[in-house]
């Protein structure tokens, strides 16, 4: 399986979390490449079996919360058709800014198989290994389920 995990960052957290990610779909026999969503490597997200997609949380304290810079995601290649993973990295709440995230990619055709919201700042950041696992295996099990 070929994994393409698009990110931007602005702090360092989201690409963080990106490589974690990247780490966890290798640890169960992916192929993978980590890019940034100014510059990715074309040909190798074509021929990805899955796209995660992902960006921080934007907005005061979970007010308002929406994922940010939906302009530069905007840029990508088309994800109609495609199997997609989204995640946000958040310090206070992410259910906003990942249901709006999921609903971005679904308006583009996206299948959305996994969805996942990761803390990476605050006084109570948890290691990223844990969600970043759990986060692969759902979106592992949803493409085994859909090709059976």
């Known amino acids: ?21 990247g780490e966890a779909f290798e640890a169960r026999n992916a192929t993978v490449g980590v890019y940034p969503v100014t510059q990715f490597d074309a040909q190798f997200v074509l021929k990805a079996d899955l796209i995660v997609i992902g960006t921080w949380t934007d907005g005061l304290f979970g007010i308002a919360a929406k994922p940010a810079q939906i302009g530069k995601l905007n840029a990508l290649p088309s994800i ?37 919201g990761l803390r990476v700042r605050g006084p109570r950041r948890p290691d990223l290994t844990e969600a970043t696992a759990t986060f692969a295996d759902a979106a592992i099990d949803a493409l085994s389920r859909a090709a059976a």
Do not use: C
């Open 1 to 21: 399986m070929n994994v393409a995990v698009l990110y931007q960052s602005l702090r360092g957290g989201t690409e963080r979390a990106a490589h974690r990610i």
């Open 80 to 116: 109609a058709h495609r199997n997609v993973a989204v995640f946000v990295t958040y310090e206070i709440s992410p259910k906003r800014s990942l249901a709006g995230l999921a609903d971005w990619a679904t308006e583009r055709g996206a299948d959305v198989v996994a969805t996942a």
